[in-house]
């Protein structure tokens, strides 16, 4: 299996915590975010992860050069120019050699999703993308249908809303940060190199079949603020 963290960001959710550090190198229960989501992966049989990087890009490479694992760990620079998260996926494509599914999930999560039966699912589904969903509080959420398949997405705030087709009996769930592509998807980026990948999400839905994948029973922590930071630390020192 390979994967993805998505650790460029700037954090600034996780400010002053992220003034002199970036936001994978933050402790949560003694470990940083980077360490928790790397046992993470490797857990559920990770043997490659690539890393991207920007904010504090050379305290990154430092620290991901010393870090003693199993798997891999190849970095993916963006250190002149934070390319987002569907950029990111499409620079670091050229990485990803196995021709598998890759596990591409947001270095501030934090939760004990199934990875492995998630990744059977997306296999056995045959779809291009498997977006790991939730029924939680959120101003943006996806829209599915009965057969949980990917047909708009909503702002709750603002009542903007994309549909990808013309079917509106459809429920709302939370993206939670973790999704796997199959490799055919690099074949449909578009030619700009600074692109949302949930904005690339919703077009491509229109013509290929993407799923969500509901893991209501696992614990989920956004560790994007010191709040929630604290938080999640509490719940993970009772574990």
Sequence with gaps: MEAMLFAAGLGSRLRPL????????????????????????????????????????DMMKQTISNINCKAKLTISDESEMLLD?????????????????????NV???????????????TENKTIATLAVRNRNS???????????????QNNKTG???YTSNDRDLKQLA????????PEIFNYFPT???????????????????????HQQDYWFDAG???????????????
Excluded: C
């Excluded at 993470?40 to 043997?47: D, I």
């Excluded at 190199?193 to 994948?213: C, H, M, P, W």
């Design 160 to 162: 903007e809303v994309k």
């Design 225 to 239: 603020s010191p709040a929630k930071i604290e938080e999640a630390e509490k719940f993970l020192l009772t574990l």
């Design 18 to 57: 992220t003034n002199d550090r970036p936001k994978a190198l933050v402790k949560v229960a003694g470990r940083t975010l980077l360490e928790h989501n790397i046992a993470a992966l490797e857990n559920a049989g990770a043997t490659h992860i690539v890393i991207n990087v920007h904010h504090f890009a």
């Design 192 to 214: 700009e190199n600074i692109f949302s990948i949930i904005d690339f999400y919703l077009k491509l839905a229109q013509t290929e079949r993407i799923v969500g994948y509901q």
């Design 175 to 182: 993206f939670s940060g973790i999704h796997i592509i199959s």
């Design 139 to 153: 101003s943006r959420m996806l829209l599915f249908n009965s057969n949980n398949e990917l047909k708009g997405w």
């Design 85 to 105: 998260t569907g950029g990111g996926i499409k620079h670091a494509s050229q990485y990803f050699t196995s021709n598998k599914p890759i596990v591409v999930a």
């Design 108 to 122: 501030d999560i934090l939760s004990n999703i199934n990875l492995q039966k998630m990744y059977a699912q997306h």
